[in-house]
């Protein structure tokens, strides 16, 4: 095991020698992330937006359960490649072409990181006493220090965290389901089918939302390291951290939804006795640590990647803590300005999120594992004019046509599709985008295999290096 330091790799490949590690560990690095507050706020939701809790339960098993799939599929690729899940993205859409959905992931790092410190901050408010500000601050200060140092410190922390926080919150549940009035919980609400689809997609959204930075944590992984290891124990990780900690979030809500709603760490940390109450502060902010780190970790290495395929340049040390401290300064800011409407903004959010990673993600799935079938030359993505060129016009134009049949179907607080009132109000934009970015860019991939085998064929004559090709 290497010595904890600050990571001297960012988005280049990991050579063969500094593979290390095994595929169990990726069960508390996505474990963790989901042990958290954001989770059972998300949960919340299922109850908040009118589904009787047996159907908000269903709703966020069926979602994590499809969700997690694809996520652990994304996370499969990072021994095989050995490089960040977003830079990969090159291959598909051309150097240049893929800064588009690289800029939407990063806007993405940086919502979900304000949304997670603002219930951080709250946790620290209520705890200690302190104001919300410098509470929100205190909370990003930890998570950017764990970033800074990286890979390395970012799984450990993940295995600690993953036990304490198991730990936690079978006490919590346990004393949740103790409180009065759950019986009556189950016959309370009631069942509409654009609500339950609703609320699938937000916990599908919320696996998605994985996808553009899963590979990054699987990357040093051995690349002989079997595809099923990485897919499995991410997929089991994630999917069952979300699941107890949204179900726990719906069942909170429909118990105390006026309570929950208002103040959900307060409502969660009161399940404690007076005494050890502090304990659960702890924990609750061990979670935000272990899920925002993630989210900066992945800001870097979007912003990164962009940057570096309009400007060449070598990510030191010193470089990485810069552009960590940058996209942290940021982030922070966001939370500051937006926690006084933090339930709605939230909801809002990761909906609006699902519209533009739902077609990257069919892409880049597609590519991988029927188009190029895990055959990628690794020099030639960091190259402007190698193998895959500036752009890859095929690819978005399935990224835009992946989008444009989402709209008729999208349903949301700030934007209704013609088509929603037809299907009782269920938003089925997603999987609409999931199926057609994906068929289409299937359907134009032809001339780019033929392609690609030529150069290969041609390769083959003079064998580049072993670790050039995944």
Request: hydrophobic share 55%; with cysteine; net charge positive.
């Amino acid at each position: 095991m290497p010595k904890l330091g600050i990571e001297q790799r960012s988005i280049d490949f990991v050579p063969h020698a500094e593979r290390h590690g095994s595929a169990r560990s990726l069960f508390a690095v996505w474990f963790a992330p989901n042990m958290q507050i954001t989770t059972v706020v998300t949960g919340s939701l299922a109850v908040l937006v009118g589904l009787s809790l047996p159907w908000a339960l269903l709703a966020i098993v069926v979602g994590n359960l499809f969700g997690a799939t694809i996520m652990a599929l994304h996370s499969a690729q990072g021994p095989k490649l050995g490089i960040p899940q977003m830079i990969q993205s090159r291959a598909q859409f051309g150097v240049y072409g893929a800064t588009l959905p690289l800029i939407l992931v990063l806007l993405m790092y940086i919502g979900f990181f304000a949304s997670s410190a603002v219930l951080g901050g709250q946790a620290l408010e209520s705890w200690l006493g302190w104001p919300i500000v410098p509470a929100i601050i205190v909370t990003s200060a930890v998570c950017t220090i764990v970033a800074i140092v990286g890979y390395q410190l970012i799984h450990v922390m993940e295995r600690i965290i993953s036990v304490i926080a198991a730990l936690a919150f079978i006490y919590l549940s346990v004393r949740l389901l103790q409180a009065p009035g759950v019986g009556s919980t189950w016959h309370a609400g009631h069942f509409h089918f654009g609500i339950f689809l609703l609320v699938v997609a937000i916990a599908s959204t919320w696996q998605i939302t994985y996808a553009p930075y899963v590979a990054d944590y699987s990357r040093y992984l051995p690349a002989d390291t079997p595809m099923s290891g990485p897919f499995w124990w991410t997929y089991w990780g994630s999917a069952i951290g979300s699941i107890w900690m949204m179900a726990f979030g719906s069942l909170a809500a429909s118990i105390a939804v006026k309570t929950f709603g208002a103040t959900p760490v307060a409502y969660v940390v009161d399940l404690a006795p007076g005494p050890v109450r502090w304990l659960f502060y702890i924990v609750l902010l061990l979670g935000v640590f272990a899920v925002n780190t993630m989210n900066l970790y992945g800001a870097f290495m979007s912003a990164t990647t962009t940057l570096a395929a309009i400007f060449p340049m070598k990510l030191g040390a010193a470089a990485r803590t810069v552009f960590v401290l940058a996209v942290a300064v940021v982030s922070t800011g966001v939370a500051i300005l937006g926690y006084g409407n933090f339930v709605a903004n939230f909801e809002n959010f990761i909906l609006f999120l699902a519209y533009f990673l739902i077609p990257w993600t069919a892409i880049n799935l597609a590519d991988f594992y029927f188009v190029r079938r895990e055959r990628y030359d690794i020099p030639s993505i960091f190259e402007r004019n190698g193998l895959y060129g500036r752009w890859n016009g095929r690819a978005l134009l399935a990224y835009a046509i992946g989008i444009v049949v989402e709209v008729p179907f999208v349903s949301s607080t700030f934007f209704t599709g013609w088509l929603v009132s037809h299907l009782g109000g269920a938003d089925i934009s997603w999987i609409l985008g999931l199926i057609v970015a994906g068929g289409v860019y299937l359907l134009l991939s032809g001339p780019i295999v033929r392609r690609e085998n030529a150069w290969f064929a041609q390769r083959q004559a003079t064998p580049a290096s072993a670790e050039s090709v995944g």
